[in-house]
């Protein structure tokens, strides 16, 4: 039986690396899109990748079924499906199940990927005293174990493609051409050490937060042990699914605001640190003094998106590229400036964010346009 | 009775270049040169001499060679020349071999089996000459999480943290007491620690007012005889530590013999002058965890929870299980002192044959806290037997916060290790309380020597980090990733939690 841990690694080496390019678009008035640009865009950094790896997230995907957990899984073969149909049917009310459409494209070996638009019985997380979140993730790790499925994404009103291939054949293969969505988060990979896999493609996703991710942690291995310490089982034994448990535990378990979520990851220099006031300085170091395993050491550029809200970060010495842009009401993050400008030949702005600067592009956001990317802050009584 | 014993040096005079300065016999503590009128020459005893050096870095001419005694038994793997004095020894004394400085036999030293990764080309290694990589490290409890209230743009932090030790670079100066040690050894440790931002341990035997003034970098040591414990002294220092084992003595206590305590000692020890200072084995006021939870609270209340409590243990062989004890028992820095951990002054038989190495101890520690789910309570400071940058590098990447340093320190300030500190009479001023002889450390150039192995250590560790692609030296603690192994057993690897090189 092939195991999807042994997919994913197939050497048994610590980890697995890949290099890659990002391309997020969000228009922050919630207003939604085709892709056309997003493949576009990400089709122009295809130097970045190898044809290993592409894949994409699209938000305000499914407005017909905003309230329910929309699944995207898996399968390399049609017992598995049976199996794991029977156990949804169990977990869940499954309000539409569907195979994803496809087309003919050029991509590599693709498995039987469908979808299930599904919602929690409330008897049971009454019963088991559980979030809706934490039942559906709950699921889905177990869904993930069963070694021939594996869930592509689990948010609602969002859902993840993806597979081997460029990115643009994967949209092909996906006819994303259908799909309309608010936030585009588009990613082509370069594995380093794996010969690619559908469910190793990127984003990343648990509930509706998505992860596409560029560079390599040297820090891995002490970040993992600091999540594994706190209940996350590191099975995919990727740098992205340490960024993604770290964003699930910092901003949905601690609640920790988004700004400061990028100081952990990316904190400034206890150089900067000093010269700053007292307060600012207080809370900084209490948060790198607390959370020093989380600390994102080597180089990275990630998007990371959920419902209603894109992040841009870099590691703090920017050894991974990323540019920002805004024109009108869009919001543009991207490996390369080149890939933003031919979807977009005027901005009103454009820059290259500095390592560690957090960017964030949120609905919520009364005046759509200013990118809050620091809180103030207070000492604590 | 005659001795059988065979002198262990032989002491060579070029007599060709001597000079007759006499510097020699001015320099050794332990008699072995003598001027002879008659013939106006310098000659030597050679059976007392201990290697030391001193009179060979001393001599102007350069005239002085030390070499083993080429005298030997037949040669046995069994009965080494070592095994055979030693019972020689014991039949003509009686008494327990007494030794000095930590274990200095082969084989038990896992760093040399363990080596370091660097990138290449997936990630980009780091140029410390270039690029800021950070050292800082703060030891102490730390929340398990932190909240935050946001208001209004504000994040106001609502968590309660507790007190940390600030080090700029992840070494501090192991505890050796002022009595083991003199005034001016003690005064050379605290201001290196404090020019280097780290910390110096004063060890058990109180801490000299003249030094009160550098208390920001002293950790104030209480250990079972509680000399020179009282309110000042626990509230003049950084942080406290209790000492409960030696590694190179695990489970013995201490005997500082009443030629050294001088009058200065005694006043600062709280013990009348001449008399033996007796450290118990055990606190008589710690037989169980419990107890060293209210030994923890009290000395908490004593010093209004200002300042983190540490806790040193020996590595033995349940390290792992006492560790998570003390994380509940409220301590706030748990030290493992290993098997190589020195001292200056152990029963031989002891040192060579009690406790386990650190590197086995800081991994197995690491990971059961791991496991529990409580690592994050506690900061572990590695000890004992900590030779160079590397060692330093590879306990960190073990899961130790930080490590101490006590042997590398002293023989930066002269010692060369000739293992004879018991004897109080250390040529190169160290662990002799006599006053004439503690003059031989001038706290000014001794303290240079200290600052100097620091910032050289730290630079070492930049380029190791760097290499690696990290830099900020949190990023490497527990990150076992960038070890390996070689020439370990299975069971070796899998209680190192390292894989095997190439693998």
Known sequence: MRNIREVNNPYGDDKVIDSCSLFGMMNVKGKRFPSKDPVRAISNMRERGNGLGGGFAIYGIYPQYRDAYALHIMYLDKETKKETEEYLKETFRVLLQEEIPTREAKVWNPPLVWRYFVEPKNSTIKAKNQTADDYVVENVMKINAKKKAFVFSSGKDMGVFKGVGFPEDVAEYFCLEEYEGYMWICHGRFPTNTPGWWGGAQPFNILDWSVAHNGELSSYGANRCYLEMHGYKCAMQTDTEVLAYTFDLLVRKHKIPIPLVAKILAPSLWDEIEFMNSSQSFILTALRQTYSSLLMNGPFSIIVAHQGEMIGLTDRIKLRPMSAAINDDFLYLSSEEAAIHIVSPTLDRMWNPAGGEVIVGSLESPKALEIPTIVKYARGT | ?503
């Open chain 2, 1 to 503: 009775m005659k001795s059988y014993l065979l002198p262990e040096y032989i002491l060579e005079r070029d007599y060709a270049r001597c000079n007759k300065c006499k510097i020699c016999i001015e320099q050794c503590t332990y008699a072995v040169h003598r001027y002879d009128a008659i013939n106006d020459a310098v000659h030597s005893r050679s059976e007392n001499c201990t290697n030391c050096q001193r009179c060979v870095v001393f001599c102007p001419t350069h005239a002085i060679t030390i070499r083993r005694n080429p005298n030997s038994y037949r040669e046995n793997y069994n009965w080494t020349q070592e095994a055979i004095l030693a019972v020689k020894e014991e039949a003509e004394t009686g008494g327990i071999i007494i030794t000095g400085m930590g274990c200095d036999k082969p084989g038990l030293t896992y760093w040399d089996k363990l080596l370091l990764n660097a990138s290449q080309v997936t990630n980009p290694s780091i140029d410390p000459l270039r690029e800021p990589i950070e050292l800082r490290t703060y030891l102490g409890k730390k929340n398990d999480r932190l909240n935050f209230e946001t208001n209004g743009g504000e994040a106001v932090l609502e968590t309660e943290l507790a007190p940390q030790l600030c080090l700029e670079t992840p070494i501090l100066f192991a505890a050796m007491s002022y009595g083991a040690t003199n005034l001016n050894v003690h005064e050379s440790l605290a201001r290196a620690a404090t020019e280097c931002g780290t910390y110096f341990n004063s060890g058990e035997g109180g801490l000299h007012p003249s030094l009160y003034k550098y208390g920001d970098h002293i950790i104030v040591q209480v250990a079972s005889g509680r000399f020179g414990v009282h309110p000042a002294y626990l509230n003049i220092g950084a942080a406290i530590e209790i000492k409960i084992g030696q590694g190179a003595k695990p489970g013995i206590g201490g005997h500082l013999p009443g030629e050294k305590v001088s009058e200065e000692i005694a006043r600062t020890r709280m013990i009348p002058t001449g008399t033996d200072a007796l450290s118990p084995a055990p606190h008589h006021d710690i037989y169980s965890i419990e107890d060293l939870r209210q030994l923890i609270c009290a000395l908490k209340e004593a010093t209004e929870y200002s300042k983190p409590i540490a806790v040193k243990i020996a590595a033995v062989h349940n390290s792992a299980a006492i560790a998570s004890g003390m994380v509940r028992a409220d301590a706030d820095i748990i030290v493992i002192d290993g098997f190589r951990g020195s001292t200056g002054a152990a029963p031989k038989i002891i040192r060579d044959n009690v406790g386990i190495p650190i590197e086995l101890a800081l991994a197995s520690v690491d990971q059961r806290l791991r496991d529990e789910g409580i690592r994050n309570k506690i900061s572990i400071i590695a000890s004992g037997g900590i030779r160079n940058s590397a060692d330093v590098v590879k306990a960190i990447a073990l899961g130790a916060d930080a490590v101490y340093i006590g042997t590398a320190a002293l023989v930066a300030m002269g010692c060369t290790l000739c293992q004879k500190c018991y004897t109080g009479r250390c040529p190169w001023g160290i662990t002799t309380t006599d006053p004439q002889i503690s003059k031989r450390i001038n706290p000014e150039i001794a303290s240079q020597r200290l600052v100097n192995l620091l910032r050289a250590w730290s630079l070492e560790i930049k380029e190791m980090l760097g290499g690696m692609g990290i830099n900020a030296i949190e990023s490497l603690r527990g990150n076992r990733l960038q070890l390996r192994g070689v020439g370990l057993t299975e069971s070796e690897l899998r209680v190192i939690g390292v894989k095997m090189a190439g693998d």
